[in-house]
């Protein structure tokens, strides 16, 4: 189901659960995220995933979306709807655009499908554990400029921006990994889909509208290109 990989432990201990109904998966992610030194849990279905995510405190939520006595949609929504905000990285043998947005508008953070690698995992986990918790939830901000996700409106300043629909979900993942560089393979992973054209000039093209339509006078840009790397939205280069 998965490729073992070599991962490098990190020092802060956080809780995380694991909602997975495949033992030998969640026993091989349990193994990965102790050695990352986080405290780990598992419920091995949707309806315990459920009660122990909505009536405690997690740092990040594994989620796999197909479970028995409630789907992962289902136990997403029921996290949000108990005003959680933990992190929730969904784990999908499903990774079809349909299957996607309805992940997102459960209230998904990031998802991966199946199989995968570990390595990748930590990865994933690692970048949302890093995200400042004030980014979580319908309003986004940085700096002077406001997101809000539910009503699709962007501010800078008192000023509003229009943005087309791919722009809009363009800079919402940008913002959602605020100081940490994203790749264009990610880029393509979660904002388009795998219809697009990999060797297309859509990204670029994009990002230079977005920098464009987000950059103010006397304001900082937000937008940098990270050679050979990708992009980062940060206030500082």
Same mark, same amino acid.
């Given at each position: 189901m998965f490729k073992k990989e070599v991962y490098i432990s990190s020092t802060n201990p956080m809780r995380a659960l694991i909602i997975e109904d495949d033992c030998y998966i969640a026993e091989a992610l349990k193994s990965a995220l102790i050695i990352e030194n986080l405290i780990v849990e598992i419920a091995p279905d949707g309806e315990s995933g459920a009660f122990s995510a909505t009536t405690n405190d997690y740092d990040i939520v594994l989620l796999d979306t197909m479970l028995p006595k409630k789907n992962g949609r289902e136990v997403c929504r029921a996290i949000r709807a108990a005003g959680k905000k933990t992190p929730i990285l969904s784990i999908s043998a499903k990774a079809d655009p349909v299957?996607?947005?309805e992940l997102l508008e459960a209230g998904v953070d990031d998802y991966i499908g199946k199989p995968f690698v570990l390595r990748e995992v930590i990865a994933r986990v690692r970048a949302l554990l890093r995200r400042p918790h004030t980014l979580l939830g319908d309003v986004l901000c940085v700096g002077d400029l406001t997101m809000d996700t539910r009503s699709r409106t962007i501010?800078?300043?008192?000023?509003?921006?229009? &943005?087309? +629909?791919?722009?809009?979900?363009?800079?919402?993942? &940008?913002? +959602?990994?605020?100081?940490?560089?994203?790749?264009?393979g990610l880029l393509l992973e979660h904002v388009w889909d795998e219809m697009t054209d990999p060797f297309s000039n859509t990204i670029e093209a994009h990002i230079m509208s977005l920098r464009k339509k987000i950059k103010f006078k006397n304001s900082p840009p937000l937008i940098h290109t990270v050679s050979g790397s990708g992009y980062k939205l940060s206030l500082v280069s």
């Open positions: 299957t996607k947005v501010t800078r300043g008192k000023a509003s921006i229009r &943005l087309t +629909r791919k722009e809009f979900d363009l800079l919402e993942y &940008l913002i +959602r990994n605020q100081n940490s560089v994203v790749s264009r």
